[in-house]
């Protein structure tokens, strides 16, 4: 009599799917996508770069730059985001390591220092990416909008951040919300950096103590 349901030696044994694998691999040419799409944006500029160029760059297909990451204008936001992050992915502002650290500070005083640090550490990789940018959304208007979506929301970060400030009582008491932010937001500019870092050499240790100081003694009430 023959076993109903079981045919022997009819059943193969499959192999586990080995999805971590291929989302390390992903991860992988995701990265040298970008970090080819970074060089050619930064040497040649973001008009000059071909999607070509950057798959060529990366060691891949340009049809898996598309798949990876997307067009060129989906690649500058991701080096962007990247770069504001300093990870390999984008991470919204509130949930940033340094913001945590701001909201558990101790006083006015060491939030403005951990954001001072902070924008030490940014700026080295935000500049150069921020520069294609700028001269990307003069002609290209995905990219005008990315810059003015990037503006937009530096100032709202900005004003939260002088709520936060007042919040510990130590501002002074002539100055708005609004010019705190106006003040921060200013100062923390990549055009400030490349003026002082840039141009006239100062070190990033200089710039972050430079940062601080003037973050203190503008916003601060005399203790």
Known sequence: MGR???????????RPYRAPRRAEGAARTRAAVLASARELFVAKGYRRTTVADVADGA????????????????????????????????????????????????????????????????????????????????QDPACATLWAEIAQRRAANMRHLAAELRATGELRPDLDDDTVADIVWSTNAVEYWLLLVGERGWSTERFVAHLTDMWTRTLLAPR
């Open 59 to 138: 060691g891949v297909a340009v049809d898996t730059v598309y798949a990876t990451v997307g067009r060129k204008p989906v690649i500058l936001r991701e080096l962007v985001e990247t770069a504001l992050s300093g990870t390999d992915e984008a991470v919204p502002g509130p949930e940033r390591d340094y913001v945590t650290r701001m909201r558990a500070a101790d006083g006015a005083a060491q939030m403005l220092a951990i954001y001072a640090a902070a924008i030490g550490a940014i700026h080295p990789r935000l500049g150069p990416v921020f520069l294609a940018l700028r001269d990307a959304a003069v």
């Open 4 to 14: 109903v349901g079981h045919v022997s030696g009819d059943v193969k044994t499959r």
